[in-house]
C-alpha cells in the first residue's frame, strides 16, 4: 500500500499496491543484480588501451651478443622487462556491454519495485497542481524541511514524459541541487535507481504507466 499526497504534501488517500507489484519475488535476487550489473556495465566506454611488444617503436636490433657479455641474453630492448618496452596482458579496447533479455529484465524491475511496495518506500504524488518552483520549498515538501534534506533518507522523483512541460519542468527546476534526491522519467527508470535509492516519489501520471506497461502479459 501507497500514501497519495498533493501538491502540499498532505496524505489524500491510500493506494492498494497493484497486483503486478504484489507478489513474492524473494528469489529474483540474482535477476536484480544481473540487471543493475548490466546497466553499470553497459555504459563503459572500454577505451583503455596499452601498447603490447609488437606495437612499441624501435627495438629491433639485439642490445648485446648472446654469449661472452655475462649478463642475461636479450632479443630486444621492447621486451615487457625493459623501461619503456611493452606491457604484458594490458588493457585493450572492448566493450563491457552486458546482454539480458527482456523478460528478465522486465522481472528484475517488477521485484525491485515490489519490494519498495512491501516496506513502504513508494509514496504517490498527484502532480495535477503541482507548482513548487524554489529549492527550499520543495525540500520541504519532501522532507519536511530545508534542514531535515540534508540528512534524510536518499529519494528518487519520478514522473511521465507528458508532465515535461508541467509538472516535470518544476520537480527537476526545484529538486536538481538537492544532494539526497535523483529525479528521473518513467521511461529512464533503471532498476539501479530503485534499488540505489531509499524511497521513491512517482507521480500518479507515472506510477499508471508503470503499472500498465509491466502489468502487460508478455
Same mark, same amino acid.
Given at each position: 500500500?501507497?500514501?497519495?499526497?498533493?501538491?502540499?504534501?498532505?496524505?489524500? @488517500?491510500?493506494?492498494?499496491? $497493484?497486483?503486478?507489484?504484489?507478489?513474492?519475488?524473494?528469489?529474483?535476487?540474482?535477476?536484480?543484480?544481473?540487471?543493475?550489473?548490466? =546497466?553499470?556495465?553497459? $555504459?563503459?566506454?572500454?577505451?583503455? &588501451?596499452?601498447?603490447?611488444?609488437?606495437?612499441?617503436?624501435?627495438?629491433?636490433?639485439?642490445?648485446?651478443?648472446?654469449?661472452?657479455?655475462?649478463?642475461?641474453?636479450?632479443?630486444?630492448?621492447? &621486451?615487457?622487462?625493459?623501461?619503456?618496452?611493452?606491457?604484458?596482458?594490458?588493457?585493450?579496447?572492448?566493450?563491457?556491454? &552486458? &546482454?539480458?533479455? *527482456?523478460? =528478465?529484465? @522486465? /522481472?528484475?524491475?517488477?521485484? /525491485?519495485?515490489?519490494?519498495?511496495? !512491501?516496506?513502504? /518506500?513508494?509514496?504517490?504524488?498527484? /502532480?495535477?497542481?503541482?507548482?513548487?518552483?524554489?529549492?527550499?520549498?520543495?525540500?520541504?515538501?519532501?522532507?519536511?524541511?530545508? *534542514?531535515?534534506?540534508?540528512?534524510? $533518507?536518499?529519494?528518487?522523483?519520478?514522473?511521465? =514524459?507528458?508532465?515535461?512541460?508541467?509538472?516535470? !519542468?518544476?520537480?527537476?527546476?526545484?529538486?536538481?541541487?538537492? =544532494? *539526497?534526491?535523483?529525479?528521473?522519467?518513467?521511461?529512464?527508470?533503471?532498476?539501479?535507481?530503485?534499488?540505489?535509492?531509499?524511497?521513491?516519489?512517482?507521480?500518479?501520471?507515472?506510477?499508471?504507466?508503470?503499472? !500498465?506497461?509491466?502489468?502487460?502479459? *508478455?
Amino acid at each position: 500500500m501507497a500514501s497519495v499526497i498533493n501538491a502540499t504534501g498532505a496524505v489524500v @488517500r491510500d493506494e492498494a499496491t $497493484p497486483e503486478v507489484f504484489a507478489g513474492d519475488h524473494a528469489g529474483a535476487v540474482n535477476t536484480i543484480f544481473r540487471a543493475v550489473h548490466r =546497466e553499470m556495465a553497459s $555504459p563503459r566506454a572500454g577505451t583503455g &588501451s596499452t601498447l603490447k611488444r609488437d606495437d612499441v617503436r624501435g627495438g629491433g636490433r639485439k642490445p648485446w651478443k648472446q654469449k661472452g657479455t655475462g649478463r642475461a641474453r636479450q632479443g630486444s630492448t621492447r &621486451s615487457p622487462q625493459w623501461r619503456h618496452g611493452g606491457v604484458v596482458f594490458g588493457p585493450q579496447p572492448r566493450s563491457y556491454v &552486458s &546482454s539480458l533479455n *527482456k523478460k =528478465e529484465r @522486465r /522481472a528484475a524491475m517488477i521485484a /525491485a519495485l515490489s519490494d519498495k511496495f !512491501a516496506t513502504g /518506500a513508494v509514496t504517490l504524488l498527484d /502532480a495535477t497542481d503541482f507548482s513548487i518552483a524554489k529549492t527550499k520549498d520543495f525540500a520541504t515538501f519532501l522532507f519536511g524541511s530545508a *534542514k531535515a534534506a540534508k540528512n534524510g $533518507p536518499t529519494t528518487l522523483v519520478v514522473f511521465a =514524459e507528458s508532465e515535461l512541460a508541467g509538472a516535470g !519542468a518544476h520537480i527537476v527546476r526545484a529538486g536538481g541541487n538537492l =544532494e *539526497k534526491v535523483g529525479i528521473t522519467t518513467n521511461t529512464a527508470l533503471d532498476v539501479k535507481d530503485v534499488v540505489g535509492f531509499k524511497r521513491l516519489v512517482l507521480t500518479l501520471e507515472a506510477y499508471q504507466l508503470m503499472v !500498465a506497461h509491466l502489468g502487460e502479459k *508478455k
